[in-house]
Nanobody
Framework: QVQLVDTGGGLVQAGGSLSLSCAAS????????MGWFRQAPGKDREFVAA????????TYADSVKGRFTISRDASKNTVYLRLNSLKPEDTAVYYC?????????????????WGQGTQVTVSS
């Protein structure tokens, strides 16, 4: 079992930045793929970014490419998401997720563990 705790959300003006953290516990996630998803009110949960823990290869949704950066710190068993140049349409609850395998995927149903979510609100 893996427990994930998401932190770092908040209220920011358009053009601003935030950093989200996802601390994993229960077992090492070094053989896992980790991802960030978001869900706005009335919308489906959508893929934001994912990273393979062992090689650190990242993939991003087109809507955040060039603005968001996913990274990981093996010593802290933590994954980060840096959000730059935020837009009002980035407003959502952001969730960290982990898989039991290393393959990076973008479909929520293929992730095995989820954090509780952290709210990001971008004002115009």
């Amino acid at each position: 079992q893996v427990q994930l705790v998401d932190t770092g959300g908040g209220l920011v003006q358009a053009g601003g930045s935030l950093s989200l953290s996802c601390a994993a516990s229960g077992r090492t996630v070094r053989s896992s793929a980790m991802g960030w998803f978001r869900q706005a009110p009335g919308k489906d949960r959508e893929f934001v970014a994912a990273i393979g823990w062992s090689l650190g290869i990242a993939t991003y949704a087109d809507s955040v490419k060039g603005r968001f950066t996913i990274s990981r710190d093996a010593s802290k068993n933590t994954v980060y998401l840096r959000l730059n140049s935020l837009k009002p349409e980035d407003t959502a609850v952001y969730y960290c997720a982990a898989r039991n395998t290393m393959a990076v995927v973008t479909t929520p149903s293929q992730y095995d563990y989820w954090g509780q979510g952290t709210q990001v609100t971008v004002s115009s």
